[in-house]
């Protein structure tokens, strides 16, 4: 974009925020290339690795440790397998340093509560390396879809993706997570240089509309976080009222939160907080990037915050705790409320902007109305109806249901005592009825999951209508709100048939599964597999029967179905290359 198109209103407010000398670097900055970036995958390949790889020539970011630049013009990083294997993910510079600052490590319950389109969100779940909890929840349904694909794409299994107001999530969660992340919804002004459509919504909705809504997300942040517990509060804006001042306001209403300095000397270039020490701020004038804010915040050992719900948390100790309120009890990691929970779970991935089935396999809405387990829609924007028909959250098990609930529990003790952990005895399997599949229907489940390196504890395994789920350690019975994925979907059940997703294939490592063909990274038969075309063996690749894991340079694709010397593809149609 053209300086001299700013707004007068704009570049008034930024020439007083910076002063004349360095608001003139400011704007010399507009005449200049904004350098794009991409994030190598943790999870998957050191950076190392894919710079040694990839055919391009990448520089390093200098304070993001999997970060490279490249050029535009000479690269196409998303047209390559590499990109489809999920070794890493495009993602502006400047926008890799909230999930790079945020102190998160394996173990920790991680929310990123603005998350979509998921570059942050796969950031923080490369850096969990599968242990632990990160629930990532967009408001809006579509773009939780995209969230959950790029999620996915990345081979994260320990997520819960949700759609939900931040105050529906306070009301399930509070005092629950150790780090949070908070990039809220902005004027954009940081990003003016690289897209001059952000111009005109900023002419729309400025930070006048913007802070008041930044300030209710992170206030419902802050009561979501455990005592002790970090936030990482982050805009791409320069507005002082949406940066700064949004801080202040948290800190004037949390008594027990503190501002935890940002070291700017991490980031060449940055500078601090404008009238509030500790924040960090990111110009396109002083460093290889565009414009952002970080404010990292932490809660004070011992202290409740505000409105951290009705009962705020109850035990804390011996591994027990308590989602309290009337809402959801939560005890030794198991949620009370047998069908209180309305899953948003496909059967399937979901595509770019397909529709997601609920647990009843009917299809959620455009406008993102979750289906109840019931079969009944959640209003729009709504609270989820439960099995019974309330509100979600208000169904507290009672003590008849909590002596059903010892007996169910000590049958399936009873059953796995005979056996190893047959599939129908897993505890987040549905009640039978006329859509679960019957434990003769599981014999080829269990016995694909024995051909697993992966370790498939079965206690957290969900056998559904709709797909085989799982589910991360402490979720084994989630909430009632609006989710898109609950855990790992491996796969479904058909007539008795066992069909492995695309997710299960991105979580999986090469030498993981005993039957695969690995096709060099610039074999053409690469790219024809991505596009969904049957594949031919060549002489001493085959033959090959049954499920079959396609990798690209040793790192996992998808599936196909092996037929002697031929692949019939089973690649996930919303995800082909085109």
Same mark, same amino acid.
């Given at each position: 974009?053209?300086?001299?198109?700013?707004?007068?209103?704009?570049?008034?407010?930024?020439?007083?925020?910076?002063?004349?000398?360095?608001?003139?670097?400011?704007?010399?900055?507009?005449?200049?290339?904004?350098?794009?970036?991409?994030?190598?995958?943790?999870?998957?390949?050191?950076?190392?690795?894919?710079?040694?790889?990839?055919?391009?020539?990448?520089?390093?970011?200098?304070?993001?440790?999997?970060?490279?630049?490249?050029?535009? $013009?000479?690269?196409?990083?998303?047209?390559?397998?590499?990109?489809?294997?999920?070794?890493?993910?495009?993602?502006?510079?400047?926008?890799?340093?909230?999930?790079?600052?945020?102190?998160?490590?394996?173990?920790?319950?991680?929310?990123?509560?603005?998350?979509?389109?998921?570059?942050?969100?796969?950031?923080?779940?490369?850096?969990?390396?599968?242990?632990?909890?990160?629930?990532?929840?967009?408001?809006?349904?579509?773009?939780?879809?995209?969230?959950?694909?790029?999620?996915?794409?990345?081979?994260?299994?320990?997520?819960?993706?949700?759609?939900?107001?931040?105050?529906?999530?306070?009301?399930?969660?509070?005092?629950?997570?150790?780090?949070?992340?908070?990039?809220?919804?902005?004027?954009?002004?940081?990003?003016?240089?690289?897209?001059?459509?952000?111009?005109?919504?900023?002419?729309?909705?400025?930070?006048?509309?913007?802070?008041?809504?930044?300030?209710?997300?992170?206030?419902?942040?802050?009561?979501?976080?455990?005592?002790?517990?970090?936030?990482?509060?982050?805009? =791409?804006?320069?507005?002082?009222?949406?940066?700064?001042?949004?801080?202040?306001?948290?800190?004037?209403?949390?008594?027990?939160?503190?501002?935890?300095?940002?070291?700017?000397?991490?980031?060449?270039?940055? =500078?601090?907080?404008?009238?509030?020490?500790? =924040?960090?701020?990111?110009?396109?004038?002083?460093?290889?990037?565009?414009?952002?804010?970080?404010?990292?915040?932490?809660?004070?050992?011992?202290?409740?915050?505000?409105?951290?719900?009705?009962?705020?948390?109850?035990?804390?100790?011996?591994?027990?705790?308590?989602?309290?309120?009337?809402?959801?009890?939560?005890?030794?990691?198991?949620?009370?409320?047998?069908?209180?929970?309305?899953?948003?779970?496909?059967?399937?991935? /979901?595509?770019?902007?397909?529709? /997601?089935?609920?647990?009843?396999?009917?299809?959620?809405?455009?406008?993102?109305?979750?289906?109840?387990?019931?079969?009944?829609?959640?209003?729009?924007?709504?609270?989820?109806?439960?099995?019974?028909?309330?509100?979600?959250? $208000?169904?507290?098990?009672?003590?008849?249901?909590?002596?059903?609930?010892?007996?169910?529990?000590?049958?399936?003790?009873?059953?796995?005592?005979?056996?190893?952990?047959?599939?129908?005895?897993?505890?987040?399997?549905?009640?039978?009825?006329?859509?679960?599949?019957?434990?003769?229907?599981?014999?080829?489940?269990?016995?694909?999951?024995?051909?697993?390196?992966?370790?498939?504890?079965?206690?957290?395994?969900?056998?559904?209508?709709?797909?085989?789920?799982?589910?991360?350690?402490?979720?084994?019975?989630?909430?009632?709100?609006?989710?898109?994925?609950?855990?790992?979907?491996?796969?479904?059940?058909?007539?008795?048939?066992?069909?492995?997703?695309?997710?299960?294939?991105?979580?999986?490592?090469?030498?993981?599964?005993?039957?695969?063909?690995?096709?060099?990274?610039?074999?053409?038969?690469?790219?024809?597999?991505?596009?969904?075309?049957?594949?031919?063996?060549?002489?001493?690749?085959?033959?090959?029967?049954?499920? =079959?894991?396609?990798?690209?340079?040793?790192?996992?694709?998808?599936?196909?179905?092996?037929?002697?010397?031929?692949?019939?593809?089973?690649?996930?149609?919303?995800?082909?290359?085109?």
């Amino acid at each position: 974009m053209r300086a001299e198109l700013l707004p007068a209103a704009f570049a008034d407010s930024m020439r007083a925020l910076l002063g004349d000398e360095e608001y003139t670097s400011y704007i010399r900055s507009f005449g200049e290339d904004w350098k794009p970036g991409l994030r190598a995958n943790g999870l998957k390949i050191r950076p190392e690795q894919l710079k040694a790889m990839l055919p391009w020539q990448l520089e390093p970011v200098p304070w993001v440790e999997t970060g490279f630049y490249y050029d535009a $013009d000479q690269a196409r990083p998303s047209r390559h397998p590499a990109y489809y294997a999920g070794l890493y993910y495009l993602q502006e510079p400047s926008a890799m340093t909230p999930g790079e600052l945020l102190p998160v490590k394996p173990g920790d319950r991680v929310l990123d509560l603005c998350a979509a389109p998921g570059g942050k969100s796969t950031q923080l779940g490369a850096r969990l390396l599968g242990e632990g909890l990160l629930v990532s929840n967009d408001i809006s349904n579509s773009r939780a879809r995209a969230l959950l694909k790029n999620l996915e794409l990345a081979g994260i299994p320990n997520i819960c993706v949700t759609s939900e107001s931040p105050e529906r999530l306070s009301q399930v969660f509070p005092l629950f997570f150790d780090k949070i992340l908070v990039d809220a919804p902005c004027s954009g002004e940081g990003m003016f240089r690289r897209d001059g459509e952000m111009v005109k919504d900023w002419a729309l909705k400025g930070p006048a509309y913007y802070a008041p809504l930044q300030r209710e997300i992170l206030a419902a942040a802050v009561t979501m976080l455990r005592p002790g517990g970090t936030i990482l509060y982050s805009t =791409c804006t320069f507005s002082r009222e949406e940066d700064e001042g949004t801080v202040e306001y948290v800190l004037s209403r949390f008594p027990d939160l503190e501002l935890k300095p940002l070291d700017t000397g991490l980031v060449p270039g940055a =500078c601090g907080g404008i009238g509030l020490d500790g =924040c960090m701020r990111l110009f396109p004038h002083r460093i290889k990037g565009e414009g952002h804010f970080l404010a990292l915040l932490r809660k004070k050992s011992g202290g409740e915050s505000g409105t951290a719900g009705d009962g705020g948390l109850e035990a804390e100790s011996a591994g027990e705790e308590s989602w309290d309120g009337g809402r959801a009890a939560y005890s030794a990691g198991r949620l009370a409320g047998d069908g209180a929970r309305t899953e948003c779970s496909t059967g399937r991935l /979901a595509g770019d902007g397909g529709p /997601a089935e609920c647990s009843a396999g009917r299809l959620a809405g455009d406008g993102g109305r979750a289906t109840s387990s019931t079969g009944r829609l959640a209003g729009d924007g709504g609270p989820a109806e439960c099995s019974a028909g309330k509100v979600a959250g $208000d169904n507290v098990r009672t003590g008849t249901e909590d002596l059903r609930g010892r007996r169910r529990e000590k049958a399936e003790a009873r059953e796995t005592a005979k056996g190893r952990g047959a599939v129908r005895n897993f505890p987040g399997q549905a009640k039978k009825g006329r859509n679960t599949p019957a434990a003769a229907d599981t014999g080829e489940l269990e016995a694909f999951l024995e051909q697993l390196s992966l370790p498939v504890p079965r206690e957290r395994l969900s056998v559904r209508p709709e797909g085989v789920y799982l589910l991360p350690a402490g979720m084994e019975q989630p909430p009632s709100l609006r989710f898109l994925r609950t855990g790992l979907l491996l796969g479904e059940l058909k007539k008795g048939r066992f069909e492995p997703s695309q997710a299960l294939a991105m979580v999986l490592k090469k030498e993981q599964y005993p039957v695969t063909v690995d096709f060099p990274m610039e074999d053409e038969r690469a790219v024809r597999y991505l596009k969904g075309e049957t594949i031919a063996l060549a002489e001493g690749e085959g033959p090959v029967k049954g499920w =079959c894991l396609v990798c690209a340079g040793g790192y996992p694709l998808g599936w196909a179905k092996g037929a002697g010397p031929v692949l019939k593809n089973k690649y996930y149609p919303g995800w082909r290359w085109m």
